[in-house]
Nanobody, 122 residues
Framework: QVQLVESGGGLVQAGGSLRLSCAAS????????MGWYRQAPGKQREMVAA???????DYADSVKGRFTISRDNAKNSVYLQMNSLKPEDTAVYYC????????????????WGQGTQVTVSS
């Protein structure tokens, strides 16, 4: 399965910033889409931001103008810069990768990271 390792979560005051990172390991040939999802207690997991290999991006309305997603295809990595954080951004953030192809021909339609906690205090 796809191995995705996240880092960068933590505790921050409202109005502060955090940067999440996620790297996919292994001899990867390509990853079509990478993104970030989040799940708050008692709520369903929701898409936060996504980016295609060509650079096209998509954001949830709730984070537009505050969060910026980027990726480094050479490092099979995706990043989420989160500014002007609000208490309602508190959640476990999960990295996601779609259409992952390895040099040995192995293909996975999707993979998930283990999650990193982001807590925003008021």
């Amino acid at each position: 399965q796809v191995q995705l390792v996240e880092s960068g979560g933590g505790l921050v005051q409202a109005g502060g910033s955090l940067r999440l990172s996620c790297a996919a390991s292994g001899k990867i040939f390509s990853i079509n889409a990478m993104g970030w999802y989040r799940q708050a207690p008692g709520k369903q997991r929701e898409m936060v931001a996504a980016i295609l290999s060509g650079g096209s991006t998509d954001y949830a309305d709730s984070v537009k103008g505050r969060f910026t997603i980027s990726r480094d295809n050479a490092k099979n990595s995706v990043y989420l810069q989160m500014n002007s954080l609000k208490p309602e951004d508190t959640a476990v953030y999960y990295c996601n990768a779609r259409d992952v192809e390895y040099y040995n021909g192995t293909y996975y339609p999707a993979g998930w990271g283990q999650g990193t906690q982001v807590t925003v205090s008021s």
